[in-house]
């Protein structure tokens, strides 16, 4: 298919689709990829907002940021449907997002959000991974903000990410990671949960099936590099849906779509310190997917595996 018109069904099924639900929405792309270039509904649901400081740890594919950009930067975070904003300013829920809003935008679709216990330098540090390995480290101003972004960020991942594509099928035998798709699901809750277990299901056996045919090479060879490559691939993906089950099993097993209520059940019964202090970002989910409040995290969401 030609490229332009490739363009153009493409943008012209999106604007049909926003149409449809009647949101105001505005297009961004990254680089030249049509299949990348999706619409922002500007009027999605707010999860949370507050501050939040970032270092970048690595950038697409794991690769390691570089020195000069590793700087801590803080912003005005606000999570809203699947991207979290990082604004200059406060947040406020009029204002027209900035081309440099926009920029610093991370997508959290499959993403995961743990507390980064390998990092001593600074308190109160979580770990964001992206769908494309982007490594994102952000401090919160105290434990309680930094286990609720943790919670927030893994249950809007949860219930929103849409399924994951096939792997590619090919001759070569370097590994590369399936493409995640940056949509929201269509699935209901309960077929999300599903969706997420036969999923886990399958990653399991993958996980056995590959450390029963270890490479017979040199510890430095290519195909042993590929071997582990695949193998902290399988293993971390296996973690991420154990993380989505345990949430989503959560939130359906809680009967309640406050969140709020949610967070604080999910924490007290983890032992904490009685139910998290209510902080001032929990407005409704249902504006947009049929929940209200904040979101949750029940399996380890201070975990440093």
Not at 45 to 55: E, F, M, N, Q, V
Not at 192 to 217: F, G
Request: glycine residues 6%; proline residues 5%; charged residues 30%.
């Amino acid at each position: 298919i030609e490229e332009e018109e490739l363009r153009k069904s493409l943008s012209e099924l999106v604007e049909d689709q926003c149409e449809a639900v009647g949101k105001r929405v505005v297009r961004v792309t990254d680089g030249s990829n049509p299949f990348i270039a999706i619409p922002l509904l500007l009027n999605a649901a707010t999860y949370k907002h507050g501050i939040l400081t970032r270092k970048s740890h690595a950038d697409m594919d794991g690769k390691r940021t570089p020195r000069g950009r590793r700087g801590w930067k803080k912003f005005y975070a606000v999570l809203k449907g699947m991207i979290l904003y990082l604004q200059k300013d406060e947040y406020k829920p009029d204002k027209d997002l900035s081309e440099v809003d926009l920029k610093n935008a991370v997508r959290v679709h499959h993403a995961l959000a743990i507390r980064a216990c390998d990092y001593s330098k600074r308190p109160n540090v979580l770990k964001l991974k992206t769908s494309d390995w982007r490594v994102f480290l952000f401090q919160a101003p105290s434990e309680e903000e930094m286990m609720s972004w943790i919670f927030r960020i893994n249950l809007v991942a949860a219930l929103f990410s849409a399924p994951a594509f096939p792997a590619a099928i090919g001759s070569m035998k370097k590994f590369c990671r399936p493409l995640l798709p940056s949509s929201t699901t269509r699935l209901s809750q309960e077929e999300q949960l599903k969706c997420h277990e036969s999923k886990l299901k399958q990653i399991s056996l993958e996980v056995e099936e590959h450390k029963r045919n270890p490479p017979e090479l040199t510890p430095k060879s290519k195909e042993t590099e590929e071997y582990r490559l695949k193998e902290h691939y399988l293993t971390y993906e296996k973690s991420r849906y154990e993380t989505y089950i345990s949430l989503l099993q959560a939130k359906l097993g809680a009967g309640t779509d406050d969140l709020d209520k949610l967070e604080a059940s999910v924490f007290s019964g983890e032992g904490r310190d009685g139910p998290l202090r209510k902080t001032h970002s929990s407005p409704s989910i249902g504006q947009a997917h049929g929940l209200n409040g904040r979101a949750g995290h029940k399996h380890a969401p201070d975990s440093c595996s």
